[in-house]
């Protein structure tokens, strides 16, 4: 079993900022990456951010400059940090990880969501 909680989202007005939070654990071992994703109705899910093993990162390009990814690796923990929200940023956001489980499948896993609301 893997767990993968996610915390930090809730209403901002535009401009402001949020940190979100995403802890995994369980069974789940040499993860290659984590990400955040974001939906809106009626759309894909798309990606955000994601943080590779050895630390490198990439962007959408609509979040670049504004959103930071960073991890925290002896908690199995990643954040995004969101700076000068604009209202297209309202969707609700998803972590994900992929890691290898105890029989060495790749795997991914998901987080349960949570919405984030830019409005004034």
């Known amino acids: 079993q893997v767990q993968v909680v996610e915390s930090g989202g809730g209403l901002v007005q535009p401009g402001g900022s949020l940190r979100l939070s995403c802890a995994v654990s369980?069974?789940?071992?040499?993860?290659?990456?984590m990400a955040w994703y974001r939906q809106t109705p009626g759309k894909e899910r798309e990606l955000v951010a994601v943080?590779?093993?050895?630390?490198?990162?990439d962007y959408a390009d609509s979040v670049k400059g504004r959103f930071t990814i960073s991890r925290e690796n002896a908690k199995n923990t990643v954040y995004l940090q969101m700076d000068s929200l604009k209202i297209e940023d309202t969707a609700v956001y998803y972590c994900?990880?992929?890691?290898?489980?105890?029989?060495?499948?790749?795997?991914?896993?998901w987080g349960q969501g949570m919405q984030v609301t830019v409005s004034s």
């Open positions: 994900s990880v992929r890691g290898l489980d105890r029989q060495a499948y790749e795997l991914d896993h």
């Open positions: 943080i590779l093993s050895g630390g490198r990162t």
């Open positions: 369980g069974n789940i071992f040499r993860i290659s990456y």
